[in-house]
Protein backbone atom coordinates (compact mmCIF):
# COMPACT_ATOMS: atom_id res chain seq x y z
CA UNK A 1 0.00 0.00 0.00
CA UNK A 2 1.17 3.61 -0.76
CA UNK A 3 2.15 6.56 0.64
CA UNK A 4 -1.20 8.02 -0.99
CA UNK A 5 -3.02 5.04 0.84
CA UNK A 6 -2.19 5.60 4.05
CA UNK A 7 -2.93 9.99 4.20
CA UNK A 8 -6.46 8.65 2.89
CA UNK A 9 -7.09 6.42 6.25
CA UNK A 10 -6.16 9.85 8.33
CA UNK A 11 -9.27 11.39 9.77
CA UNK A 12 -9.47 14.98 9.03
CA UNK A 13 -9.95 17.19 11.85
CA UNK A 14 -11.02 19.71 9.89
CA UNK A 15 -14.51 18.30 9.87
CA UNK A 16 -16.59 18.61 13.35
CA UNK A 17 -18.57 16.52 14.42
CA UNK A 18 -21.32 17.25 16.93
CA UNK A 19 -25.07 16.46 18.92
CA UNK A 20 -27.85 17.86 16.81
CA UNK A 21 -29.30 21.29 18.46
CA UNK A 22 -32.49 20.24 20.07
CA UNK A 23 -30.40 17.68 21.81
CA UNK A 24 -28.16 20.05 23.32
CA UNK A 25 -31.11 22.19 24.53
CA UNK A 26 -33.14 19.24 26.41
CA UNK A 27 -30.36 18.54 27.94
CA UNK A 28 -30.19 22.21 29.64
CA UNK A 29 -34.02 22.03 30.05
CA UNK A 30 -33.93 18.92 31.92
CA UNK A 31 -31.16 20.56 33.91
CA UNK A 32 -32.98 23.38 34.89
CA UNK A 33 -36.38 21.65 35.84
CA UNK A 34 -34.01 19.45 38.06
CA UNK A 35 -33.22 22.50 39.63
CA UNK A 36 -36.43 24.04 39.66
CA UNK A 37 -37.75 20.70 41.55
CA UNK A 38 -35.18 20.41 44.02
CA UNK A 39 -35.11 23.63 44.53
CA UNK A 40 -39.26 23.39 45.41
CA UNK A 41 -38.49 20.25 47.43
CA UNK A 42 -35.94 21.95 49.94
CA UNK A 43 -38.32 25.01 50.30
CA UNK A 44 -41.19 23.12 51.17
CA UNK A 45 -39.44 21.42 53.36
CA UNK A 46 -38.29 24.38 54.80
CA UNK A 47 -34.66 24.18 54.19
CA UNK A 48 -34.38 27.36 51.56
CA UNK A 49 -37.21 29.33 53.86
CA UNK A 50 -35.87 31.57 56.22
CA UNK A 51 -36.51 31.01 59.94
CA UNK A 52 -38.99 32.90 61.48
CA UNK A 53 -38.40 34.89 64.64
CA UNK A 54 -40.72 33.37 67.52
CA UNK A 55 -41.78 33.96 71.18
CA UNK A 56 -42.22 31.12 72.69
CA UNK A 57 -43.89 30.12 76.40
CA UNK A 58 -43.86 26.93 78.86
CA UNK A 59 -46.55 24.74 79.61
CA UNK A 60 -46.74 24.74 82.94
CA UNK A 61 -48.59 23.16 86.07
CA UNK A 62 -50.88 25.61 87.99
CA UNK A 63 -53.32 25.57 90.87
CA UNK A 64 -56.52 27.37 90.54
CA UNK A 65 -56.23 28.74 93.26
CA UNK A 66 -53.18 31.07 91.60
CA UNK A 67 -55.88 33.35 89.78
CA UNK A 68 -57.94 34.85 92.86
CA UNK A 69 -54.63 35.02 95.20
CA UNK A 70 -54.32 38.55 96.39
CA UNK A 71 -50.63 38.10 97.55
CA UNK A 72 -47.75 35.89 98.30
CA UNK A 73 -45.48 35.58 101.57
CA UNK A 74 -42.95 33.36 102.70
CA UNK A 75 -42.31 32.35 106.31
CA UNK A 76 -41.98 29.57 109.00
CA UNK A 77 -43.78 26.92 111.10
CA UNK A 78 -43.62 27.89 114.31
CA UNK A 79 -45.31 26.44 117.40
CA UNK A 80 -47.15 28.54 119.15
CA UNK A 81 -46.39 27.07 122.56
CA UNK A 82 -43.39 25.40 122.96
CA UNK A 83 -41.12 24.62 125.87
CA UNK A 84 -37.57 24.03 127.36
CA UNK A 85 -38.59 21.57 130.13
CA UNK A 86 -36.11 22.21 132.93
CA UNK A 87 -35.87 21.58 136.35
CA UNK A 88 -36.09 23.94 139.51
CA UNK A 89 -33.42 21.88 141.23
CA UNK A 90 -29.76 20.89 140.39
CA UNK A 91 -29.53 17.33 140.42
CA UNK A 92 -27.29 15.04 138.41
CA UNK A 93 -29.75 13.56 135.63
CA UNK A 94 -30.42 9.85 136.41
CA UNK A 95 -33.09 8.59 133.85
CA UNK A 96 -34.69 9.74 130.77
CA UNK A 97 -37.92 8.46 129.83
CA UNK A 98 -38.27 10.00 126.60
CA UNK A 99 -36.29 10.93 122.93
CA UNK A 100 -36.82 13.35 119.89
CA UNK A 101 -40.45 12.46 118.28
CA UNK A 102 -41.75 11.04 121.41
CA UNK A 103 -45.54 12.10 122.38
CA UNK A 104 -45.80 13.08 125.70
CA UNK A 105 -49.53 13.84 128.13
CA UNK A 106 -49.32 16.41 130.54
CA UNK A 107 -47.87 15.54 133.24
CA UNK A 108 -46.38 12.54 131.78
CA UNK A 109 -42.76 11.91 133.82
CA UNK A 110 -40.13 13.14 131.04
CA UNK A 111 -36.98 12.80 133.36
CA UNK A 112 -35.60 11.93 136.65
CA UNK A 113 -32.82 13.16 138.66
CA UNK A 114 -31.00 11.70 141.14
CA UNK A 115 -33.11 12.06 144.79
CA UNK A 116 -31.59 10.42 147.26
CA UNK A 117 -31.49 13.75 149.47
CA UNK A 118 -35.32 14.76 149.02
CA UNK A 119 -36.03 11.30 150.04
CA UNK A 120 -34.22 11.30 153.04
CA UNK A 121 -35.59 14.55 153.78
CA UNK A 122 -39.01 13.91 152.84
CA UNK A 123 -38.58 10.36 155.58
CA UNK A 124 -37.28 12.74 158.14
CA UNK A 125 -40.49 15.13 158.21
CA UNK A 126 -42.88 12.47 157.99
CA UNK A 127 -41.45 11.28 161.28
CA UNK A 128 -41.27 14.73 162.76
CA UNK A 129 -45.18 14.44 162.05
CA UNK A 130 -45.42 11.31 163.35
CA UNK A 131 -43.76 12.22 166.89
CA UNK A 132 -45.85 15.60 166.74
CA UNK A 133 -48.84 13.63 166.57
CA UNK A 134 -48.18 11.13 169.60
CA UNK A 135 -46.95 14.11 171.75
CA UNK A 136 -50.52 15.47 170.84
CA UNK A 137 -52.26 12.59 172.26
CA UNK A 138 -49.60 12.46 175.50
CA UNK A 139 -50.80 16.09 176.12
CA UNK A 140 -54.33 15.41 175.34
CA UNK A 141 -53.85 12.79 178.46
CA UNK A 142 -52.07 14.96 180.27
CA UNK A 143 -55.04 17.22 179.76
CA UNK A 144 -57.63 14.76 180.66
CA UNK A 145 -55.89 14.10 183.85
CA UNK A 146 -55.58 17.47 185.08
CA UNK A 147 -59.22 17.93 183.88
CA UNK A 148 -60.32 15.39 186.71
CA UNK A 149 -58.08 16.90 189.71
CA UNK A 150 -59.52 20.31 189.12
CA UNK A 151 -62.91 19.20 188.84
CA UNK A 152 -62.36 17.01 192.24
CA UNK A 153 -60.53 20.05 193.99
CA UNK A 154 -63.56 22.41 192.85
CA UNK A 155 -65.80 20.37 194.60
CA UNK A 156 -63.54 19.47 197.80
CA UNK A 157 -62.65 23.45 198.43
CA UNK A 158 -66.64 24.06 199.04
CA UNK A 159 -66.55 21.98 202.04
CA UNK A 160 -62.87 23.17 203.32
CA UNK A 161 -61.26 19.20 202.53
CA UNK A 162 -58.59 20.82 200.57
CA UNK A 163 -56.31 24.13 201.04
CA UNK A 164 -57.07 27.00 198.11
CA UNK A 165 -53.04 26.35 197.35
CA UNK A 166 -53.47 22.84 196.38
CA UNK A 167 -56.97 23.92 194.44
CA UNK A 168 -54.89 26.95 192.24
CA UNK A 169 -52.06 24.49 191.80
CA UNK A 170 -54.84 21.68 190.06
CA UNK A 171 -55.63 24.72 188.09
CA UNK A 172 -52.58 25.88 187.12
CA UNK A 173 -52.16 22.54 185.69
CA UNK A 174 -55.19 22.29 184.28
CA UNK A 175 -54.06 25.72 182.25
CA UNK A 176 -50.64 23.98 181.79
CA UNK A 177 -51.96 21.18 180.00
CA UNK A 178 -54.60 23.26 177.58
CA UNK A 179 -51.27 25.35 176.24
CA UNK A 180 -49.56 22.12 175.38
CA UNK A 181 -52.00 20.75 173.49
CA UNK A 182 -52.26 24.14 171.79
CA UNK A 183 -48.29 23.88 171.31
CA UNK A 184 -49.16 20.27 169.92
CA UNK A 185 -51.46 21.08 167.78
CA UNK A 186 -48.85 23.65 166.12
CA UNK A 187 -46.15 21.31 166.02
CA UNK A 188 -48.13 18.72 164.15
CA UNK A 189 -49.46 21.66 161.67
CA UNK A 190 -45.72 22.38 161.38
CA UNK A 191 -44.69 18.89 160.37
CA UNK A 192 -47.24 18.29 157.74
CA UNK A 193 -46.16 21.62 156.57
CA UNK A 194 -42.31 20.46 156.79
CA UNK A 195 -43.32 16.92 154.79
CA UNK A 196 -45.44 18.52 152.69
CA UNK A 197 -41.79 21.08 151.40
CA UNK A 198 -39.97 18.01 151.49
CA UNK A 199 -42.79 16.11 149.31
CA UNK A 200 -42.32 18.99 146.71
CA UNK A 201 -38.94 18.94 146.64
CA UNK A 202 -38.69 14.90 145.69
CA UNK A 203 -41.42 16.04 143.06
CA UNK A 204 -38.89 18.13 141.72
CA UNK A 205 -36.72 15.67 141.06
CA UNK A 206 -39.40 14.54 138.20
CA UNK A 207 -39.26 16.54 135.47
CA UNK A 208 -42.81 16.04 133.45
CA UNK A 209 -43.94 17.58 130.50
CA UNK A 210 -46.58 20.21 131.37
CA UNK A 211 -48.77 20.15 128.10
CA UNK A 212 -49.27 17.12 125.80
CA UNK A 213 -46.63 17.32 122.87
CA UNK A 214 -44.28 16.33 120.91
CA UNK A 215 -40.40 16.10 121.82
CA UNK A 216 -38.48 17.92 119.26
CA UNK A 217 -34.63 18.01 120.77
CA UNK A 218 -32.53 16.20 123.73
CA UNK A 219 -30.58 18.52 125.62
CA UNK A 220 -29.26 16.40 128.39
CA UNK A 221 -28.19 12.97 128.94
CA UNK A 222 -28.09 10.57 131.33
CA UNK A 223 -24.75 11.80 134.45
CA UNK A 224 -25.32 15.63 133.52
CA UNK A 225 -25.79 18.18 135.90
CA UNK A 226 -28.90 20.09 135.61
CA UNK A 227 -29.65 22.73 137.23
CA UNK A 228 -32.62 26.06 137.11
CA UNK A 229 -30.20 28.81 135.17
CA UNK A 230 -27.19 26.30 134.09
CA UNK A 231 -24.49 28.57 135.08
CA UNK A 232 -22.79 26.17 136.47
CA UNK A 233 -19.65 24.85 134.11
CA UNK A 234 -20.94 21.56 131.40
CA UNK A 235 -24.28 22.79 133.04
CA UNK A 236 -27.20 22.15 131.77
CA UNK A 237 -30.75 24.13 131.82
CA UNK A 238 -33.35 22.05 129.74
CA UNK A 239 -33.25 18.47 129.66
CA UNK A 240 -36.08 18.48 126.31
CA UNK A 241 -37.31 20.62 123.92
CA UNK A 242 -41.10 20.13 123.70
CA UNK A 243 -43.60 21.85 120.79
CA UNK A 244 -47.66 21.35 121.09
CA UNK A 245 -48.05 20.25 117.10
CA UNK A 246 -51.48 21.29 117.53
CA UNK A 247 -50.49 25.00 118.06
CA UNK A 248 -48.12 24.84 114.67
CA UNK A 249 -49.22 28.52 112.63
CA UNK A 250 -46.80 30.06 110.10
CA UNK A 251 -45.23 33.08 110.64
CA UNK A 252 -45.41 35.05 107.87
CA UNK A 253 -43.97 38.62 106.90
CA UNK A 254 -45.91 40.70 104.72
CA UNK A 255 -44.99 44.11 103.57
CA UNK A 256 -46.38 47.20 105.06
CA UNK A 257 -47.41 48.61 101.71
CA UNK A 258 -49.56 45.44 101.45
CA UNK A 259 -51.53 45.35 104.72
CA UNK A 260 -54.68 46.22 102.84
CA UNK A 261 -54.58 42.75 101.23
CA UNK A 262 -54.63 41.34 104.93
CA UNK A 263 -57.50 40.94 107.16
CA UNK A 264 -58.46 38.38 110.24
CA UNK A 265 -59.81 34.97 108.99
CA UNK A 266 -58.99 35.46 105.29
CA UNK A 267 -58.74 32.54 103.67
CA UNK A 268 -55.03 31.02 102.53
CA UNK A 269 -53.07 28.12 100.87
CA UNK A 270 -50.15 27.03 102.34
CA UNK A 271 -47.00 25.28 100.56
CA UNK A 272 -44.18 23.93 102.00
CA UNK A 273 -41.00 23.64 100.88
CA UNK A 274 -41.05 20.33 102.11
CA UNK A 275 -44.03 18.89 100.62
CA UNK A 276 -44.05 20.42 96.88
CA UNK A 277 -46.77 18.47 95.60
CA UNK A 278 -49.37 19.43 98.73
CA UNK A 279 -51.54 22.28 99.62
CA UNK A 280 -52.86 23.44 102.79
CA UNK A 281 -55.51 25.35 103.85
CA UNK A 282 -55.21 28.16 105.97
CA UNK A 283 -56.71 31.14 107.89
CA UNK A 284 -55.32 34.07 109.33
CA UNK A 285 -55.80 34.11 113.12
CA UNK A 286 -53.65 36.84 114.36
CA UNK A 287 -52.10 39.87 112.86
CA UNK A 288 -49.12 40.97 114.94
CA UNK A 289 -49.73 44.57 115.70
CA UNK A 290 -46.35 45.84 115.37
CA UNK A 291 -44.06 46.52 112.39
CA UNK A 292 -40.57 45.59 112.05
CA UNK A 293 -38.82 48.64 111.18
CA UNK A 294 -35.73 46.49 109.66
CA UNK A 295 -37.90 45.11 106.85
CA UNK A 296 -40.55 47.28 106.97
CA UNK A 297 -43.17 44.23 107.50
CA UNK A 298 -45.87 43.07 110.13
CA UNK A 299 -46.09 39.48 110.75
CA UNK A 300 -49.41 37.92 109.86
CA UNK A 301 -49.87 34.80 111.84
CA UNK A 302 -51.99 32.14 109.51
CA UNK A 303 -53.21 28.59 110.83
CA UNK A 304 -53.56 25.35 109.41
CA UNK A 305 -57.43 24.27 108.88
CA UNK A 306 -56.23 20.97 109.03
CA UNK A 307 -53.76 19.14 111.17
CA UNK A 308 -51.22 17.02 109.36
CA UNK A 309 -48.26 14.58 110.97
CA UNK A 310 -45.83 15.31 107.93
CA UNK A 311 -46.23 19.35 109.35
CA UNK A 312 -43.03 19.69 111.48
CA UNK A 313 -41.79 23.33 113.50
CA UNK A 314 -39.57 25.34 111.31
CA UNK A 315 -40.40 24.21 107.48
CA UNK A 316 -40.16 27.01 105.57
CA UNK A 317 -43.25 27.87 104.16
CA UNK A 318 -45.32 29.96 101.33
CA UNK A 319 -48.69 30.93 101.88
CA UNK A 320 -51.30 32.37 99.21
CA UNK A 321 -53.63 34.66 100.89
CA UNK A 322 -57.00 34.36 98.63
CA UNK A 323 -60.25 36.75 97.53
CA UNK A 324 -62.22 33.54 98.79
CA UNK A 325 -61.83 29.70 100.27
CA UNK A 326 -60.52 27.21 97.96
CA UNK A 327 -63.10 24.80 96.72
CA UNK A 328 -61.97 20.89 96.87
CA UNK A 329 -61.86 20.56 93.18
CA UNK A 330 -59.41 23.41 92.95
CA UNK A 331 -56.71 21.67 95.60
CA UNK A 332 -55.72 19.81 92.59
CA UNK A 333 -53.08 21.08 90.04
CA UNK A 334 -54.03 21.52 85.86
CA UNK A 335 -51.43 21.56 83.19
CA UNK A 336 -52.04 24.54 81.67
CA UNK A 337 -50.88 27.07 78.91
CA UNK A 338 -51.92 31.00 77.86
CA UNK A 339 -54.33 31.46 75.81
CA UNK A 340 -52.82 33.20 73.24
CA UNK A 341 -50.70 30.49 72.38
CA UNK A 342 -53.94 28.45 71.34
CA UNK A 343 -54.66 29.11 67.07
CA UNK A 344 -58.10 27.42 65.72
CA UNK A 345 -57.12 25.08 62.39
CA UNK A 346 -60.07 23.39 61.15
CA UNK A 347 -62.25 23.29 63.62
CA UNK A 348 -59.41 22.48 66.38
CA UNK A 349 -57.71 24.01 69.01
CA UNK A 350 -53.98 23.48 67.55
CA UNK A 351 -50.34 24.56 69.26
CA UNK A 352 -46.93 24.70 67.97
CA UNK A 353 -44.59 22.76 69.83
CA UNK A 354 -41.05 23.97 69.61
CA UNK A 355 -38.82 20.55 67.91
CA UNK A 356 -35.38 21.30 67.62
CA UNK A 357 -35.71 24.82 65.10
CA UNK A 358 -38.92 23.59 63.53
CA UNK A 359 -42.33 24.17 64.83
CA UNK A 360 -44.71 21.03 65.06
CA UNK A 361 -48.67 21.90 64.82
CA UNK A 362 -50.31 19.60 67.37
CA UNK A 363 -53.80 19.33 68.37
CA UNK A 364 -55.04 19.87 71.93
CA UNK A 365 -57.87 19.50 73.97
CA UNK A 366 -58.77 22.09 76.38
CA UNK A 367 -60.46 22.18 79.83
CA UNK A 368 -61.57 24.87 82.25
CA UNK A 369 -59.82 28.50 82.07
CA UNK A 370 -58.16 30.07 84.63
CA UNK A 371 -57.80 34.02 84.17
CA UNK A 372 -55.53 34.23 81.17
CA UNK A 373 -54.50 30.39 81.69
CA UNK A 374 -56.61 27.22 79.94
CA UNK A 375 -56.78 23.60 80.91
CA UNK A 376 -54.59 21.08 78.93
CA UNK A 377 -56.65 17.75 78.97
CA UNK A 378 -54.43 16.19 76.32
CA UNK A 379 -51.79 17.07 73.49
CA UNK A 380 -49.22 19.02 75.40
CA UNK A 381 -47.79 17.68 78.88
CA UNK A 382 -45.92 19.96 81.46
CA UNK A 383 -42.42 21.19 80.41
CA UNK A 384 -43.23 21.27 76.09
CA UNK A 385 -42.09 24.34 74.67
CA UNK A 386 -44.47 26.21 72.52
CA UNK A 387 -44.78 28.92 70.60
CA UNK A 388 -47.12 31.73 71.32
CA UNK A 389 -46.27 34.59 68.33
CA UNK A 390 -46.01 34.69 65.42
CA UNK A 391 -49.14 32.06 64.79
CA UNK A 392 -50.42 33.50 61.50
CA UNK A 393 -47.53 32.44 59.62
CA UNK A 394 -46.69 29.21 60.98
CA UNK A 395 -47.35 25.53 59.63
CA UNK A 396 -46.10 22.20 60.57
CA UNK A 397 -42.22 21.85 59.86
CA UNK A 398 -41.81 25.81 59.82
CA UNK A 399 -38.35 26.92 60.26
CA UNK A 400 -38.04 28.72 63.91
CA UNK A 401 -35.59 30.37 65.52
CA UNK A 402 -36.31 31.86 69.40
CA UNK A 403 -36.49 35.59 69.54
CA UNK A 404 -34.11 36.78 72.32
CA UNK A 405 -35.46 38.56 75.31
Known amino acids: MGTEDLSKLKIDKSLKTGLPLWRKRLKYIVAVCSI?????????????TPAVSVEVVSVSQI????????????????????????????????????????????G???????????????EQAKAHLNTAHANLEQTRAEHKEATLAFERNKRLIVNGSISHVEYDNSEIRLNRAKASIDSAEAAIKASAAALKAASVNEEYALIKAPFDAVVLTKNADIGDIVTPLGAAANAKAAVVTIADMSSLEVEADVSESNLSLIQLHQPCLIQLDALPESRFNGIVKTIVPTA?????????????????????????AKVAFLSRPVKQEEMKSR?????????????KNVAFVVAGDKAVETAVQIG????????????????????????????TGSKIKIAEK
Open 292 to 316: DRTKASIMVKVGFADKDARILPEMS
Open 335 to 347: TALTRSALVSRHG
Open 36 to 48: IVITGILYSMGIL
Open 108 to 122: QIIARLENEDAVAAR
Open 63 to 106: YPSQTFTLLNASGYVVAQRKAAVASKITGRLDSLLVSEGSRVKK
Open 368 to 395: EEFGNMIEILSGLKAGDTVVVKPLDTLK
